[in-house]
T-cell receptor
């Protein structure tokens, strides 16, 4: 069964540093997403990406965050200057359609620890 | 706005007990509804889904029926196993929005 692949599985970074989280969505999917889950809390939407541009973003997704699909297969989330409160599990997801009629497929996540 | 409300956990059951995890939603129009499961140390896996009223999603012995009249999508399983221990998330995808909105998650612990 096709998978969404995320790398790295765990990243530790110092406060103020830039991090790039990487994802390879399912190849024929058209919509791409980032979500995050702070430890013990609910899963929160960050951003969606379609047709090479951001289609929707949450209040969390401020100027410190950016997304890119540089080469038609990878989908990246960049945090320019990490803060302690950015520590969370970050999930990439992809779907064939906007409504998820065929389901959203999530990766296994990248655990980001900011120290 | 759109939202999902799940019953608080943890839910603690003995093996072979009947499981119900309640989920209700608020949304405009006819959202798609999902249950995701997160096993310890792992990511989110789609458990089942329903895209219109009265649809029943089912997988691995779990079932949930999309009830428009009660705006609910309760998860049920007739006989739980220890291996079902995980956190279960109810979620919706509303019309004209890209995002999944998740409930807070319900931890299920099944003991032998």
């Amino acid at each position: 069964e096709p998978e969404v692949t995320q790398t790295p599985s765990h990243q530790v970074t110092q406060m103020g540093q830039e991090v790039i989280l990487r994802c390879v969505p399912i190849s024929n999917h058209l919509y791409f997403y980032w979500y995050r889950q702070i430890l013990g809390q609910k899963v929160e939407f960050l951003v969606s990406f379609y047709n090479n541009e951001i289609s929707e973003k949450s209040e969390i997704f401020d100027d410190q965050f950016s997304v890119e699909r540089p080469d038609g297969s990878n989908f990246t989330l960049k945090i320019r200057s990490t803060k302690l409160e950015d520590s969370a599990m970050y999930f990439c997801a992809s779907s064939l359609d906007q409504q998820g009629w065929y389901g959203y497929t999530f990766g296994s996540g990248t655990r980001l620890t900011v120290v | 706005g759109n939202s999902v409300t799940q019953m608080e956990g943890p839910v603690t059951l003995s093996e072979e007990a009947f499981l119900t995890i309640n989920c209700t939603y608020t949304a405009t129009g006819y959202p798609s509804l999902f249950w995701y499961v997160q096993y310890p140390g792992e990511g989110l896996q789609l458990l089942l889904k329903a895209t219109k009223a009265d649809d029943k999603g089912s997988n691995k012995g779990f079932e949930a029926t999309y009830r428009k009249e009660t705006t609910s999508f309760h998860l049920e399983k007739g006989s739980v196993q220890v291996s079902d221990s995980a956190v279960y998330f109810c979620a919706l995808s509303a019309i004209n929005t890209d995002k999944l909105i998740f409930g807070t998650g319900t931890r299920l612990q099944v003991f032998p």
